[in-house]
């Protein structure tokens, strides 16, 4: 990579965040036509990176980058190639298609601009993730989709659904995410590389690794929660409570697909083990069965295509897992086809609602002459998604057959698995294309027209485009899938499927798709009934589940703090000198440094002796008094038998200070007790009174036998020393106590300056609030 | 000399903890006021005690020319005397406002900030 390309590359990456600064701004200028000059900041980026095609198609994998902290072996690396260049492709072509179509729906939307603001940053989340070669970008990244993600589908934060289904979304993808980084971690341990396109050669070490179990559930805990694979499906449907471009964009190529790219990129390293081709394939069908039904349940259009691509999902982690050449190749067809379709359903979805007030399909029907450029969008879409020649959803179909086909129980537990889910998506995907517009004119709630074109050209390209790529299929393949599906393999890997049926066991199993499909359509009503007996008979889902957790978090955390934070001082006070106690009382006996038994020194002068036992006697007064003046007197004994103590031991400075201290506080104490109406006495029960005492007497004996054991010691005279030697031939001063304080702790003085400033201004304040807020009155 | 001063220290000590251990403010506070003067007491012992000469230069001389007391606990003690004093200051005030508004001077009645039965956070969306 030149250069010059690098630096071009880096640009694009950046790019759709530098639109989400100015986009807010262009929005008030432009209004909705803010779409139209925006649009062209994911179409540069599609066409920079169309402009990889060559060298990807060649088999050549692109990587460049810039040093991030390489002292930690971080790096802002992007890696392109098959697999990573058709998401680029994908994130960033119908990524134009939906600011366009952004731009239409949310018309005169007072928070338009903050919109775009939101899908451009979620588009850059989204282009980083899918090019990150560097573990830690890739966390960085996927994290970042969860976050604008949950911004996104938030977007009309006035609604408590809205509200619900964005913190759901970030709760379940964003916890995922934290899996997906542990497994990160756990293979950078592994292997010793921090970079995608280097652990690609470590296959053989990881799968051999004793850790590869609890790697592959980290992993697979990332990518199930974004991929939305069962039993954390329900974020996704509910994530419709988004603005319908949204809901075309995260659920058709983008954010639920990350979970899926993830395994993909690591199908080469941790793929083809016991435990990858049955834990994949496995999870993959269930959610595809409960998605395929659960999507036949529905009325709302939305709803509907939501649980399909939760189908859609399922059946592409099961192709990715499910360990053979066919099926790769497979899931890069489905994965390409169903972006196109899905995200072309979801529009037209979202242009029926803009137009007729409602997306119910029972109450919808007969729009073809009043629709018809959604009504053909729609039935291009549908029929790829039926997986009808010659659309390219017919390709991926024939492909999938192809691969899962055989006569091996497990080969035929996932094609029975395969037919009913697609006959399912089939019915539906034309329930939705047919529904609405066919049959008799059901009035809605808006007059229907057609929309306006930046409303049906998104829907109109993307459904073209499946047409397209399916009669060209021999360049797509060449250009698009092949690539992808060699990345996907993690070999050099061509796809050959066409357009054109080829007599055989995958189309015959296409056909039973397609009467499958028939049959659930022309009995829909009934299929749903049923279906909604289901759910209603199995009663509990991990949607209400959700709500169960959050509910008991909520509980939980209050109960913990009801423990914790009770509310009564004496429990924070007693917890707070216990583990003082025991900070002073344990680490001795752990380590058996008590100090030695000490000898009563021989020569202390009585007045000595005679100060600290009024000291004592002083401090038991204050423990006993039963009055404020008993209180405050003793109060002053110990106070002023400290003094003396200093005054003996030559600190004179010392001494004096605390007399001057010891007499204010007497006097402002007298003079603030009288006016206290004190409770006479300390009402402690003995029950309270014993472990009070064990306490205390533990933090007293603590402290002793902490300073016997430090006075024992030897002791380092060097500040001393120091202090003592220069403080007259440096600082010119004869008493070195008061040249420490003024000069060379200077800074510390004037600290504790401020402290006693700050004390007498906060004093005044609390002083002066009176209740109620009003300041002055009496003091 | 250190055996009878850090037994008057662990009465200190001893003696704060179990009056800030009380429901009542006021003997909070006096607690308070015991364990400032515990810990100045014990920087004071961990610095070594020597009796009677103040650290101060004689004139005439550059250095101390006998053993003087240590000078650096000293210095710091000072400091913490004014502190502890002007934290004693501010803590009276606050239980005499707290008692003018309250009406109590027991710490468990005090339960504006953290109400008894506190409602449950809302647990919706």
Redesign the interface.
Known sequence: MTPDTMGLTFLAFCLPFLGALVAPALTRLLGHNAAWPLALIPLAVFLHFLGFNAEVARGEIVTGGYAWVPSYNVSFSWLIDGLSLAFLLLISGIGTLIVLYAGGYLKGHRHQGRFFSFILMFMGSMLGLVASDSFLMLFVFWELTSITSFLLIGFDHAREASRRAALQALIVTGGGGLFLLAGLLLLWNVTDVTQLSLLMSFGAEVRASPFYLPLLFLILGGAFTKSAQFPFHFWLPNAMEAPTPVSAYLHSATMVKAGVYLLMRLNPVMGGTPAWETILPAFGGLTLLVGAVLAIRQTDLKLMLAYTTVASLGLLVMLTGFGSEYAVAAAALYLVAHSLFKGALFMVAGLIDHETGTRDITKLGGLRGAMPVTFLAALLAALSMAGLPPFFGFLAKEEIYVALAGGSLRAIAFTAAAVIGNGLMFAVAFAVALKPFLGKRVETPKHPHEGPALLWIGPMLLAVKGLVIGIFSAVAHALLTSPLASAIAGKPQTVTISAIPHVGAALLLSALTVAFGIVIFLVLDKARAAANRLVEDIGWGPDRGFDQVMRGLVRAAVSVNRLTQPGRMEVYMTATFAVVALALLVPPAVYGEWPRAPVWPANIPFHELAVMLLAVLGIGAVLAANNRLTAIVALGIQGFCVALLFLLFGAPDLAFTQFMIETLSVVILALAMTRLKLTPRDHRSLREKIPDAVIAIACGLGFALYLLRVTQGRFDTALTDFFNLYSKTIAHGANVVNVIIVDFRGTDTLGEIAVVMVTGLAILSIIRIRKGGKAGGEA | ???????????????A????????L???L?GV??LG??V???L????????????????G????VTL?????P??L???A???S??????L??????A?Q?LGT????E??V????N?P??P???
């Open positions: 000399m250190e055996l009878p001063l850090v037994l008057l220290i662990g009465v200190f000590f001893a003696a903890v179990y009056l800030m251990l009380s429901k009542f006021v003997r909070v006096l006021v015991l003067n515990g100045n007491l014990l004071f012992a961990n610095g070594r005690v020597l009796r009677e000469v103040p650290p101060i230069i004689p004139a001389h550059d250095v101390p003087t007391a240590n000078p650096l000293q210095a003690i000072l400091t005397i004014v502190i004093f002007s934290f004693f200051a501010f009276l005030v606050l239980v005499y406002r008692y508004d001077d027991n710490g468990n005090m339960r900030a953290e109400p008894e506190d449950l956070p647990t919706g969306y």
